[in-house]
């Protein structure tokens, strides 16, 4: 790899998209805003639950704030490697123009494939094969017995990373053929972990976790190859990660790192006062040279609203983060570029800072681990498990029975898929339940269940 052969406007599917005044890489961005997908963020966890009197973040407005934290750091790096004289006059106009719509697409995108409730709708979907993985569907088949092993390895191991590619490059039955049509560059850059599950090794960060199902490997493989990723293994597939990753990564980091610690303190989980001393601490452990710790303070004392103080705060934080992976970036730009950066921006800066880890520790124990994040995990885990268990074996028998056939036809056209294969199958009703949203999947369970009688509607 080189700067200058690991971006292209190619897009996915047979593209015959007509000139006009918008860029390729503006078009990304404007393809994901207007899909229904990324209007459904609206109503998934981020990590409070939903609805409530006070406004935390849902997947969308992080997806929204991660996308502009991109777009900065792709507009730093891009301008910072024209002046080092690492970019070709034929490349300069990318970097220069476009390599910032591209992370702030990529990082639009990049909660796409999560499922309703946070993380623990991915541990109930994994966790429901894992647990009725000897159940018997029909006859004397159990659910393993109707896979090989790499597809039950994506089942049991299940990605809300590689359900995101899937989403925008799978050809839905009805829909275009290649997805979205993104094109390669902002595709390539949200593949954080570019391996099949088989490959998971938690000592390398493309390895860590797994972004490509057994049924998205062609796209992956188009993809990477075309901008010159160096391939790894072919079985298990793994390649080396895009040097682009590692902006979207930062910025993903960057806004959930500190802004969950901003909704903890507008629901009192985390004292006020708690929460403006670490921002304060981190702004001046940082010292950024525009960041004069006292001028910040005396700012912050002239604001009256308590949420409001947080809020400039977090935004001294964000942008001095922001500056520092940055420079961190381009320091690493070597191993980087050379794929051989181990590590991702924002956990190296934490190794080197108290305060940044201070942070995160309390965001393991006191955020994360509240009740009222913890009791919505329960339930929204209780949910996807028995949803999965009444359209999985369903969908997997050759005999069905009447309550099976009524099961299936609740499946929307788009997820009814002609394939004969059982992981095909079992994907399309993997795609249904991660793409509702958790007010949706909570009716449906209700429902079904026959804790709520359905109404015509």
Known sequence: MNWNNISSGI??????????????????FDRLVFSSAFRRLQNKTQIFP????????NRLTHSLEVASVGRSLGKLIGSELIKRKDINSENEEFYKHELQNVIASACLAHDIGNPSFGHSGEKAISNYFIEKSSQIIEGSIVLKDYFNTTEWNDLISFEGNANSFRILTNHFKGKSFGGYRLTYSTLASMLKYPCESSAIDRNFVNTKKFSVFQADKYWATEILNTLNVPKISEGPLVFKRHPFVYLTEAADDICYRIVDFEDAQRL???????????????????GRNNDNIDSIKDTQNKICDKNEKIAYLRAKCINALTLESADLYLNKSEEIIGGEYNNGLLDDLTKSNKVLAEIEEISINEIYNHDSVVELEIAGYRIMSDLLSLF????????????????????????QSDNVGNYDKVL??????????????????????????????
């Open 268 to 286: 009192h989980i985390l004292p006020h006062n708690k929460v403006a001393v670490l921002f304060l601490d981190l702004i001046q452990s940082i």
């Open 50 to 57: 939903l609805p409530g009197s006070t406004f935390v973040h």
């Open 428 to 457: 399309s009703i993997l795609d249904y339940l991660s793409g509702m949203t958790d007010p949706f999947a909570f009716e449906l369970y209700r429902k079904l269940f026959g804790i709520e009688i359905p109404k015509h509607k």
């Open 392 to 415: 999985v074996p369903a969908i997997l028998k050759k005999m069905p029975e009447h309550k099976d056939e009524k099961i299936i036809r609740l499946l929307p056209k788009q997820f």
């Open 11 to 28: 897009r996915t599917g047979v593209s015959i998209d007509t000139p006009e005044i918008r860029t390729d890489y503006q078009r990304d």
